[in-house]
């Protein structure tokens, strides 16, 4: 299993909310919808830490045609444990479904205090955020008032050159846009220079302009490339359409909806430094091999491409809704679940494994789909079979600058989908 490396960002007047649009579901019929088959129903109740569910019956897993196992709580928290590949200051892992469920956490989620990790604690998920944003922009897509197959510039002519004129919203979502890297961004690949720049204050204008510069590095849909751009910009055309800040849509089309109580878009809400209540500590080592807590951030060179604060509870809910078809009708929820076609690859010649707003990843014979996230002291991921046999969420707090997360998530996930 190779999970990838992610992205690592405009403060709006507040705006009275619109009307719902008609065929939206209302919020009492979405959370019933949650609350339903195979929801997460009990995200909020107190979850003993450590603790399997007993399982129950469900539908065969899409990914390996054969029912899972109870979660199997020695190897999650072998799994979990280790932090020390990367190195970590805390973790947290929920695993729940039709098969079972476990909760468990390790470390700590303060350095400075040694407070313990809390149920509900808060962190940066990074681009975690995309799958909230494709959530949003495919509603937007099914209430007609976005058309995924139109030319970006269809919605933003004077932001995104004339040369780039075949690149269609669709494509800025799956990430086949082939635009070119950025230029001129600061580096960031130390403690030091983290502490120099988070209080930076950036606009998705200018963020857009840094990759735009150059050619485009492929033709459209012909390739694919993770970018974070792709999404900056895809926030943008929802607030052309919608006349309002795409954080506030995904607040009252996502957050409120789903009683995601723990989760916020600080976009929407004037870039706040601080991550307001309980909240795992972002840290990172500097030079001289002390820890520098840099949870305090200025989330604007991020914007849509990952600056949500969230909970794994929150997480949770979020995922049971999505893949229950509470949140989008069938015809939209398929374009998640769909990779471009055969000959579309990575740049490194490896299979795509980018849809609208998700990612996939096979473990142990069994397939699942979710969103991986990255930031400075964060990483966070939220994956789930398609029959939601298993879903998982767990997020960690690495310590060294740049460290690649992966071995933690790919521990996780093995345990998580292992055969006993």
Not at 56 to 62: E, V
Not at 144 to 154: C, D, E, I, N
């Amino acid at each position: 299993m190779t999970l990838p490396p992610l992205s690592r960002s405009r403060t709006h007047p507040a705006v009275r909310p619109t009307r719902r649009p008609a065929g939206r579901p209302s919020r009492r019929n979405l959370l019933a919808g949650v609350a339903s088959g195979t929801a997460l129903a009990t995200v909020g109740a107190p979850v003993p830490v450590a603790a399997a569910d007993t399982p129950q019956a469900g539908p065969r897993d899409a990914g390996g045609g054969r029912r899972l196992p109870p979660p199997d709580a020695r190897a999650l928290r072998a799994a979990l444990d280790d932090l020390a590949h990367p190195r970590a200051s805390g973790a947290q892992l929920r695993v729940s479904g039709s098969a079972g469920r476990w909760y468990g956490t390790s470390g700590v989620s303060d350095p400075s205090t040694g407070r313990p990790v809390g149920l509900d604690d808060k962190v940066r998920a990074g681009s975690v955020t995309k799958a909230f944003v494709a959530t949003a922009a495919l509603q937007l897509a099914d209430e007609g008032r976005l058309r995924l197959a139109a030319p970006v510039r269809h919605y933003l002519p004077d932001l995104l050159p004339e040369r780039f004129g075949a690149v269609t919203v669709a494509q800025l979502l799956d990430h086949t846009s082939g635009l070119p890297d950025h230029v001129g961004l600061p580096d960031m690949s130390t403690a030091e220079a983290v502490l120099r720049h988070r209080f930076d204050r950036w606009t998705p204008q200018r963020i857009v302009a840094s990759a735009t510069g150059g050619e485009l590095k492929f033709r459209p849909g012909t390739r694919q490339e993770y970018r974070g751009v792709n999404y900056v910009l895809a926030a943008l055309v929802m607030e052309q359409v919608t006349g309002r800040p795409y954080g506030i849509e995904l607040r009252d089309r996502l957050l409120r909806p789903l009683r995601l109580g723990h989760t916020s878009v600080p976009s929407a809400e004037g870039y706040p430094r601080r991550i307001r209540g309980p909240h795992m500590h972002g840290c990172l080592e500097t030079e001289d091999g002390t820890l520098a807590d840099v949870t305090e951030f200025d989330m604007s060179a991020s914007y849509a491409d990952g600056e949500i604060v969230t909970s794994t509870g929150d997480l949770h809910r979020f995922l049971s809704a999505l893949f229950s078809g509470a949140l989008l009708p069938q015809r939209q929820l398929r374009r998640m679940f769909t990779l471009p076609p055969k000959q579309v690859r990575m740049l490194d010649g490896s299979p795509a494994r980018y849809s609208t707003g998700l990612q996939t990843v096979t473990v142990e014979g069994v397939e699942l789909w979710g969103k991986t996230g990255e930031h400075d002291g964060y990483a966070t991921g939220m994956f789930a079979t398609r029959d939601q046999q298993r879903r998982l969420v767990w997020t960690f707090t690495p310590v060294e600058p740049g460290a690649d997360p992966s071995p933690m998530s790919r521990r996780i996930a093995e345990a998580a989908t292992a055969r006993r």
